[in-house]
């Protein structure tokens, strides 16, 4: 009965490799969000789906590529790896988006990427 | 620039006292503010959150935060700290303005607590 689950949990992978993280969340929320976590924990936001649609997009690389199939599910796919995408990415969901909404986001346990 | 400061990297307390984790923020106008918190090796989990009227909020595992205005302040307190509190505690505000729910996040503050 996880609420919001990411696979896989650890990816290990080399430098130039294509790869995707799935999430999936059960919570019937409309807003999905990726999160990128450094070694310092600094936490930043990637990107934000809400009904399907790309809300959010923060300057990051173009070789991260979100894709929202519905809005229970919000996946990550990374083309040509580099060691600085070594992190753990969170994925994240909540109800609800637009000025009033105040709910809370909940979190995946995060998928740790390590680039060789 | 909006920001979010938790000006302490780590705070240690003994177990059975009183802890206080820091939070401050720039943010205009009246900002929904939240505290999450992270144990090792899992994701955030929301603790509380301030969206209007009493400025103390109760929340999970015996959390509350002071929002003070003034001091544009919202620290996260606890009347007595137990050892399963150490982790990693976040602060996150939301303008109210900000169509895209997008939350401004302080860089986390270690909690140890010592038996």
């Known amino acids: 009965d996880t609420a919001v689950s990411q696979t896989p949990k650890y990816l290990v992978t080399q430098m130039g490799n294509d790869k995707s993280i799935k999430c999936e969340q059960n919570?019937?929320?409309?807003?999905m969000y990726w999160y990128k976590q450094d070694s310092k924990k600094f936490l930043k936001i990637m990107f934000s789906?809400?009904?399907?649609?790309?809300?959010i997009n923060e300057t990051v690389p173009n070789r991260f590529s979100p894709k929202s199939p519905d809005k229970a599910h919000l996946n990550l796919h990374i083309n040509s790896l580099e060691l600085g995408d070594s992190a753990v990415y969170f994925c994240?969901?909540?109800?609800?988006?637009?000025?009033?909404?105040?709910?809370?986001?909940?979190f995946g346990d995060g998928t740790r990427l390590s680039i060789l | 620039a909006q920001s979010v400061a938790q000006p302490e990297d780590q705070v240690n307390v003994a177990e059975g006292n009183p802890l206080t984790v820091k939070c401050t923020y720039s943010?205009?106008?009246?900002?929904?503010l939240f505290w999450y918190v992270q144990y090792p090796n899992r994701g955030l989990q929301f603790l509380l959150k301030?969206?209007?009227?009493d400025n103390l909020v109760k929340g999970s595992y015996g959390f509350e935060a002071e929002f003070n205005k003034s001091q544009t302040s919202f620290h996260l307190k606890k009347p007595s700290a137990l050892v399963s509190d150490s982790a990693l505690y976040f602060c996150a505000v939301r303008d109210r303005r900000d169509s895209n729910y997008q939350l401004i996040w302080g860089a986390g503050t270690k909690l140890i607590i010592k038996p």
């Open positions: 301030y969206i209007t009227g």
């Open positions: 994240a969901s909540s109800q609800g988006q637009g000025g009033t909404s105040n709910q809370p986001q909940h």
């Open positions: 919570l019937g929320h409309d807003t």
């Open positions: 943010v205009s106008g009246n900002p929904y």
């Open positions: 789906y809400n009904n399907k649609e790309l809300i």
